[in-house]
């Protein structure tokens, strides 16, 4: 079974731009949860998504947003980058509906100039 | 609030020894515990969880010990090998008021093992 997939792998944007990632979970997955990982904050919850719903959201400003299609895929989108955007973004696809056991995806390293 | 505290930052461990990561954290809402490892370049891959009503949790080289009076839970990892030379994160989550959960990590411990 294949696992999480994110598109794309990497990614340079400049400030103001706006930025759309892609996440596809495990076959079957229902769940699906983005995260940010820095040097300097670590890995942090920005928000899930399951059946189409944000069911969660981490302390992040309104730039990020997200949805979630009938077939589990999720986008990411952040408008207005700031050069503290720069991060790897991780996806995670959980099977159960308490989205406890999650697999993560290889991530998407954007670079805002 | 950085409600999972991670400890230590790094560490160096000789092939075949043990290495031991720790984590304490705040929050009694906590009842799950995973670990995950982290190559470079490559996403966060699930290690090995625990859940409060269990102290001990082994899967081959890789033990969970958790001590919920204390609230701290250990990563043991034995016989420790070149190959585990990753960076090890614990994580901690509690279900939300919308039934749903989201995992609040610790800082990292970056993991070398010499051989």
């Known amino acids: 079974k294949a696992g999480v997939t994110q598109t794309p792998r990497y990614l340079i944007k400049t400030r103001g731009q706006q930025v759309t990632l892609s996440c596809s979970p495990i076959?079957?997955?229902?769940?699906v949860s983005w995260y940010q990982q820095t040097p300097g904050q670590g890995l942090q919850f920005l928000f899930e998504?399951?059946?189409?719903?944000?069911?969660n959201k981490g302390n992040f400003p309104g730039r990020f947003s997200g949805r979630q299609f009938s077939n589990s895929r999720s986008e990411m989108n952040v408008s207005t980058l700031e050069l503290g955007d720069s991060a790897l973004y991780l996806c995670?696809?959980?099977?159960?509906?308490?989205?406890?056991?999650?697999?993560f995806g290889p991530g998407t390293r954007l670079l805002v100039l | 609030q950085q409600q999972v505290k991670q400890s230590p930052q790094s560490l160096i461990v000789q092939k075949g020894g043990i290495s031991i990561i720790n984590c304490a954290y705040e929050?009694?809402?906590?009842?799950?515990f995973p670990w995950y490892q982290q190559f470079p370049g490559k996403g966060p891959a699930l290690l090995i969880a625990?859940?409060?009503?269990?102290s001990e949790k082994k899967e081959g080289r890789f033990t969970i010990s958790f001590n919920k009076s204390a609230k701290q839970f250990s990563l043991h990892i034995m016989d420790s090998q070149p190959g585990d030379s990753a960076t090890y994160f614990c994580?901690?989550?509690?279900?939300?008021?919308?039934?749903?959960?989201?995992?609040?990590f610790g800082s990292g411990t970056r993991l070398q093992v010499q051989p």
């Open positions: 625990i859940r409060p009503d269990v």
């Open positions: 994580a901690a989550s509690r279900r939300r008021d919308t039934g749903r959960r989201a995992l609040t």
């Open positions: 998504y399951f059946s189409e719903t944000q069911r």
């Open positions: 929050n009694t809402a906590f009842d799950y």
């Open positions: 995670a696809s959980s099977l159960d509906g308490r989205g406890e056991t999650q697999y």
């Open positions: 076959s079957g997955h229902r769940s």
